[in-house]
């Protein structure tokens, strides 16, 4: 489909990398204005403690053929989300099209091993601050500009397209699961102003974060499938990269009838099937299938072809 969005403004939360950074770009190399936002600058780092920043992602919106304007924006701080609604109308007129809401922030404070009482309260707590009351902070301040003009639409992003529990911890499952709520409210709320919101989701992410997790680059990724103590080796033969979920996002924006999906939580590999595109290497990894008919049947991941699943 024709992804022209020339003369749209969108908003990314935690564009600094990841999903973020990936949505960023595929919305600037449809032609918008992007105002990427998040902590990680030039000048100053963030608790995420990584060296990608809004500065770097801005570039490649601009080398993607959009317009990238990075704006440091502390989600958990509502005098910030105000600064960054003040930025909107002053440089482009209040304009805001396409509010894409992928703050986290909560990586160094997810505890995936202990059982949730032996675990840090404070952490937990603060899992749900920068995973809830950032998208919540966000959508208070930037949904009065959203909804200025019919035709917007608000994509809030999370982890896995159903609330099925997978033992990743209560406060890990209460701020994915918050997310498709939100979602669901705002596919029920937003049609009122002539606007859509939905949720998604990409697969098992080879991200910047994964590949250095693995001890991997995007090179050569393919070493993490087959190494013997990664036990989550197997699954990462059907591994995305942010921009496939970034195409998906930016084929949704420029949908006429993207208000079909009100509501919704979808997948990108859901997405792929919608609109065609592919990933990066041409591929089109299908992570849900792979899950539904190897892992939810008890095959062996490590014996099982992935090919038919990319």
Same mark, same amino acid.
């Given at each position: 489909?024709?992804?022209?969005?020339?003369?749209? #403004?969108?908003? @990314?939360?935690?564009?600094?990398?990841?999903?973020?950074?990936?949505?960023?770009?595929?919305?600037?190399?449809?032609?918008?204005?992007?105002?990427?936002?998040?902590?990680?600058?030039?000048?100053?780092?963030?608790?995420?403690?990584?060296? =990608?920043?809004?500065?770097?992602?801005? =570039?490649? #919106?601009?080398?993607?053929?959009?317009?990238?304007?990075?704006?440091?924006?502390?989600?958990?701080?509502?005098?910030?989300?105000?600064?960054?609604?003040?930025?909107?109308?002053?440089?482009?007129?209040?304009?805001?099209?396409?509010?894409?809401?992928?703050?986290?922030?909560?990586?160094?404070?997810?505890?995936?091993?202990?059982?949730?009482?032996?675990?840090?309260?404070?952490?937990?707590?603060?899992?749900?601050? &920068?995973?809830?009351?950032?998208?919540?902070?966000?959508?208070?301040?930037?949904?009065?500009?959203?909804?200025?003009?019919?035709?917007?639409?608000?994509?809030?992003?999370?982890?896995?397209?159903?609330?099925?529990?997978?033992?990743?911890?209560?406060?890990?499952?209460?701020?994915?699961?918050?997310?498709?709520?939100?979602?669901?409210?705002?596919?029920?709320?937003?049609?009122?102003?002539?606007?859509?919101?939905?949720? @998604?989701?990409?697969?098992?992410?080879?991200? =910047?974060?994964?590949?250095?997790?693995?001890?991997?680059?995007?090179?050569?990724?393919?070493?993490?499938?087959?190494?013997?103590? &990664?036990?989550?080796?197997?699954?990462?033969?059907?591994?995305?990269?942010?921009?496939?979920?970034? %195409?998906?996002?930016?084929?949704?924006?420029?949908?006429?009838?993207?208000?079909?999906?009100?509501?919704?939580?979808?997948?990108?590999?859901?997405?792929?099937?919608?609109?065609?595109?592919?990933?990066?290497?041409?591929?089109?990894?299908?992570?849900?299938?792979?899950?539904?008919?190897?892992?939810? %049947?008890?095959?062996?991941?490590?014996?099982?072809?992935?090919?038919?699943?990319?």
């Amino acid at each position: 489909m024709n992804k022209d969005l020339t003369g749209k #403004v969108a908003v @990314v939360t935690g564009a600094t990398r990841g999903c973020g950074r990936a949505i960023a770009v595929e919305l600037g190399r449809a032609g918008a204005t992007v105002f990427v936002t998040g902590r990680t600058t030039r000048s100053a780092g963030s608790p995420m403690k990584r060296a =990608e920043t809004i500065e770097d992602t801005a =570039e490649l #919106v601009d080398a993607a053929g959009g317009r990238g304007i990075a704006v440091r924006c502390d989600f958990t701080s509502v005098s910030d989300v105000d600064s960054l609604r003040d930025r909107i109308e002053s440089e482009v007129d209040g304009q805001l099209d396409v509010l894409v809401d992928d703050v986290w922030g909560g990586d160094p404070f997810v505890d995936f091993d202990s059982a949730y009482w032996e675990s840090s309260l404070d952490n937990a707590l603060l899992v749900v601050r &920068n995973a809830v009351d950032t998208h919540l902070i966000a959508l208070h301040r930037l949904l009065p500009l959203v909804v200025r003009r019919p035709g917007g639409l608000v994509i809030e992003v999370t982890d896995g397209d159903n609330d099925d529990y997978v033992g990743a911890g209560i406060p890990y499952y209460l701020a994915k699961c918050s997310i498709r709520a939100i979602g669901r409210a705002l596919g029920a709320e937003l049609p009122k102003h002539g606007c859509t919101g939905l949720t @998604v989701t990409p697969g098992f992410l080879r991200s =910047e974060f994964m590949l250095d997790h693995f001890g991997v680059t995007e090179e050569n990724w393919r070493d993490a499938v087959t190494d013997p103590g &990664n036990p989550h080796g197997p699954d990462f033969a059907i591994s995305e990269t942010p921009s496939y979920l970034g %195409r998906g996002v930016a084929a949704l924006a420029a949908d006429p009838e993207v208000s079909r999906f009100a509501g919704k939580t979808l997948a990108s590999w859901t997405l792929m099937h919608e609109y065609g595109f592919t990933d990066v290497d041409g591929s089109q990894p299908d992570f849900g299938r792979w899950m539904t008919e190897v892992r939810d %049947r008890g095959l062996n991941p490590a014996t099982t072809d992935p090919s038919p699943y990319r």
